[in-house]
């Protein structure tokens, strides 16, 4: 059994996975979709679950004006929730579903919605056989983008151990965007005391703005703490 964790972009004038009034607001950031799926196989219906950061209460206004939006619920408090919508179509994710659904693939959710250029993407892991991964690569339509990050068998562990080699606390819960940042910065000693660089020094390393990094540590930040602040099974 394999798996591939893959990045999808979306270029040539086709709609981004955060296309829609609430991919576009600057009062809100889809972090993940956890679920999508349709209603039933006649029925061009879509539920989905999303992971949203930023204005809630300026989602729900979004929501109750997008026609597509059939019916919908938001779950959370502060900056972070998550929203149950009904739609009528999904666009490109519904897409990507069809394709993986056709070559037999499983997804482990969640896709995760990252920064990539000058756009957003999806960032996902789907397993199946090396034939099965291999098809449904070559069955993505024109215009998006495959970037493969990891390829390999299948560890069925849930609590493999993802953190760099010296760093405390290692955590399953970063994307491989996060994670790739979090170990260039503790390699380079943004967590000593003095730090020894600076957001600035890793957003140039990793041909970045300065604020988009500021944001992806907070993330990260907000994640690991809340992993480790979060009890241990008995």
């Known amino acids: 059994m394999r798996y591939a964790t893959v990045t999808l972009s979306w270029n040539d004038g086709h709609p981004d996975p955060s296309d829609g009034p609430l991919g576009r607001s600057e009062a809100i950031s889809i972090e993940a979709i956890r679920y999508l799926n349709p209603v039933s196989e006649d029925d061009d219906r879509y539920v989905e679950l999303l992971e949203l950061r930023g204005d809630l209460e300026r989602a729900r206004t979004l929501l109750e004006a997008t026609p597509e939006a059939l019916e919908f ?7 972070h929730g998550v929203a149950y919508v009904q739609r009528r179509t999904v666009g490109p994710v519904g897409d990507l579903l069809s394709i993986l659904r056709t070559h037999e693939l499983v997804v482990d959710w969640p896709l995760s919605v990252v920064d990539a250029g000058s756009g957003r993407a999806l960032e996902l892991t789907v397993i199946g056989t090396d034939r099965a991964i291999q098809r449904a690569a070559a069955d993505l339509p024109d215009g998006v983008a495959l970037d493969v990050r990891r390829l390999g068998d299948y560890d069925p562990n849930p609590d493999r151990d993802t953190r760099p080699r010296g760093a405390p606390g290692g955590s399953p819960v970063l994307t491989d965007r996060q994670r790739e940042l979090f170990e260039l910065a503790w390699n380079e000693g943004y967590y000593e ?5 600076t957001q600035r020094d890793l957003a140039d390393e990793l041909d970045l703005a300065a604020g988009t990094v500021g944001e992806h540590i907070q993330r990260i930040e907000s994640k690991l703490a809340a992993a480790y602040a979060r009890p241990r099974r008995q």
């Open 73 to 79: 619920d938001i779950a959370g408090d502060g900056t």
């Open 193 to 197: 005391v003095p730090r020894q660089t």
